[in-house]
């Protein structure tokens, strides 16, 4: 095979062939001697510089120019490359003999005789403009978001990193950043569907985009978050003109499809950055400042200080915690008897989840029920509750009490999941206890967050014979239209409206008007929180028929709530 391939071809190459290779090449191929001056040029550099090789040859440097020789820079390199006997390689903008503007890549190395002394340099040049192009979409694709062409969040990185490096070389150079998130974008998503929700964000972009001042540059972070960083001096006036950017932003609606859909945000401030050393750690601290405006109530803003960051971790060991004392037994069920205000006879038990903390002891439910919300971890803990206590009604029914009924909380984030009914379901086939033993307490905010969804899960447990209780009635908003809307059997009279039952008149009429109510819808009603006998007193004689509180039992442990039903039991038999 070698010596068919080698047919033709002189043992040795000649000149000839050396010349052809050089002059047809299909890269330009410029040679330099140890001096930097021209050897020769090869026809593919007149072909991509557009210029003859004579003019080449006697081109005045010059970034940007026609083909260059840069005599000192240039040699400069060159003999670097002696010394450190490598390659280099660079990519430069060329204004062509034609007057188009093309990048070239240009590649130089020594080439040297076998005993290693330099003969002469050899410049490759090849024409990379259309690969620059198609870096420079790449490269656009990753730092801007395609939904509204604003920087996305790898490119506000970039923007932070740059503040950060001049900031360090500035005394006086500052900046701020405000992280802002649409309040119950979810809502719009569920009602009026994903394409149009991606328009509204699209229109929110837009808005932000035409207010913003030339100090400030806006980004979108993804899904319904933005952000804002504005460059200034004063960090005070920056982050007063972020929060009433945002403010201007959403004080007018925005017109989707011809309707006028107002939105809030609650927004997050770090008001001076220059001190930060990484980017990831301004973003970070802007979310906690964000997060603090939503549990204000949403549609505000607030500033960030070192607590909040000092909460946040709190917060994210605490939830880490929850995570594994759910399958240890640091988590238990506590039941808190609901009895007849009068006699005390227990009608039933309303569950209610504990923490036991292995370092902190009791962690109360206001704490850690918020951060199960915030995760999935909130359908394991409703899951695991409404199956032990399910279990426990049991055991509490074998102490001669066969009509105890349970009530037990469902969470909005619950209530929000699809399979949510399915899964209940499921729990209460499995108890081997009547689906009409069964209390689900539902607050008024779940159902504003999703009454649609709400009202699916309460028709089919319904259907099935479980009932429901409107928990802390009241305190919430369009409380009687829920009643007329949803298959409600209970209203649990919140503690707010009992503190003040026994002391104050206007109190005790608003107690007298919520039973009068209830009589008229056919509704039971307990009431909550009742602690002193005055309070109690007052509820029996209006007729409340079902009452619980600390005066008659705090939450139990099942073992201490056996205990308690057979003391209520009494030795012959259930009082």
């Given at each position: ?5 080698s ?16 002059q047809?090449s299909g890269e ?5 001697d ?5 050897l ?11 210029a003859?090789?004579?003019?080449l ?12 020789n ?18 280099f ?29 330099l003969?002469f ?23 801007f978001?395609?939904?509204t062409?604003?920087p ?6 970039e923007?932070?990193?740059e503040?950060?490096?001049r900031?360090?070389g500035?005394?006086?150079?500052d ?10 974008f979810?809502a ?6 994903h ?11 837009s ?10 540059l806006?980004a979108?972070?993804?899904?319904d978050e ?6 200034s001096d ?10 009433e ?6 004080s ?7 309707v ?12 001076s ?7 990831e ?34 917060t994210?060991?605490?939830r ?12 238990f ?9 009068k006699?005390?006879?227990p ?6 989840v ?9 962690v ?13 971890l ?10 032990t ?13 066969p009509?105890?009924?349970m ?9 929000a ?14 108890s ?20 649609g ?14 009932s429901f ?15 007329r ?15 003040d ?5 206007r ?7 919520i039973?009068q ?5 056919s ?8 602690e ?6 007052i ?7 079902a009452?619980?509180?600390?005066l008659?039992a ?11 039903l ?10």
């Amino acid at each position: 095979m070698s010596h068919r391939l080698s047919q033709g071809f002189p043992a040795e190459p000649g000149p000839e062939i050396f010349r052809l290779l050089f002059q047809r090449s299909g890269e330009g191929i410029t040679l330099l001697d140890s001096q930097g001056r021209l050897l020769a040029m090869n026809q593919g550099i007149r072909e991509i510089f557009a210029a003859d090789l004579a003019s080449l040859a006697v081109a005045i440097p010059g970034d940007g120019s026609p083909y260059v020789n840069e005599p000192v820079a240039r040699l400069a390199r060159l003999h670097g490359l002696v010394n450190d006997q490598e390659r280099f390689t660079r990519d430069w903008r060329v204004t062509r003999g034609d007057g188009a503007v093309v990048w070239v890549r240009e590649a130089a190395r020594p080439i040297r005789d076998d005993d290693g002394n330099l003969l002469f340099f050899a410049l490759f040049h090849r024409d990379v403009t259309r690969a620059k192009l198609i870096e420079d979409q790449f490269l656009h694709h990753a730092s801007f978001d395609s939904l509204t062409g604003l920087p996305n969040r790898a490119g506000l990185l970039e923007r932070l990193w740059e503040f950060l490096r001049r900031s360090r070389g500035d005394a006086n150079a500052d900046f701020s950043l405000a992280l802002l998130d649409l309040d119950r974008f979810g809502a719009v998503n569920h009602s009026l569907g994903h394409i149009s929700g991606d328009q509204l964000l699209a229109e929110v972009a837009s808005r932000l985009h035409e207010l913003e001042p030339p100090n400030v540059l806006t980004a979108r972070l993804g899904g319904d978050e933005f952000a804002l960083l504005a460059d200034s001096d004063d960090s005070d006036a920056s982050a007063n003109a972020l929060a009433e950017l945002v403010r201007e932003a959403m004080s007018r609606p925005f017109v989707l499809d011809d309707v006028d859909i107002f939105l809030t945000a609650s927004a997050g401030i770090v008001a001076s950055c220059k001190s930060y050393s990484r980017p990831e750690h301004i973003l970070r601290d802007a979310d906690s400042a964000m997060l603090s405006a939503k549990r204000a109530g949403k549609d505000t803003f607030r500033l960030f200080d070192p607590e909040m960051f000092s909460r946040a971790s709190r917060t994210l060991a605490l939830r880490n915690d929850l995570k594994k004392s759910l399958g240890v037994g640091d988590i238990f069920v506590a039941y808190q008897p609901i009895v007849h205000p009068k006699t005390g006879h227990p009608h039933g038990f309303e569950a209610l989840v504990r923490w036991n903390h292995p370092e902190r002891g009791m962690v109360s439910p206001a704490e850690f029920i918020p951060l199960a919300e915030e995760t999935a971890l909130i359908q394991s803990l409703g899951l695991y509750v409404l199956k032990t206590a399910l279990a426990d009604l049991g055991r509490m029914r074998a102490r001669g009490f066969p009509d105890l009924t349970m009530s037990v909380n469902l969470s909005g984030r619950q209530v929000a999941r699809p399979d949510c009914a399915d899964s209940l379901l499921e729990v209460i086939g499995a108890s081997g206890q009547p689906a009409s033993s069964l209390h689900l307490e539902i607050t008024e905010s779940v159902l504003i967050e999703n009454a649609g969804q709400a009202a699916r899960v309460m028709e089919a447990l319904a259907a099935r014979g479980a009932s429901f209780s409107l928990d802390d009635f009241g305190t919430g908003h369009s409380s009687l239209s829920y009643l007329r809307a949803f298959p409600f059997k209970t209203l649990k009279i919140d503690r707010s409206f009992v503190a003040d039952v026994a002391t104050d008149p206007r109190g005790e009429a608003l107690f007298r008007a919520i039973l009068q109510l209830a009589e008229a819808l056919s509704l039971s009603v307990v009431a909550e929180g009742v602690e002193t006998t005055a309070q109690r007193d007052i509820i029996v004689s209006l007729g409340c028929p079902a009452a619980q509180g600390w005066l008659y039992a705090r939450a139990m442990p099942l073992a201490l709530a056996l205990d308690w039903l057979d003391g209520a039991r009494g030795p012959d038999g259930p009082q």
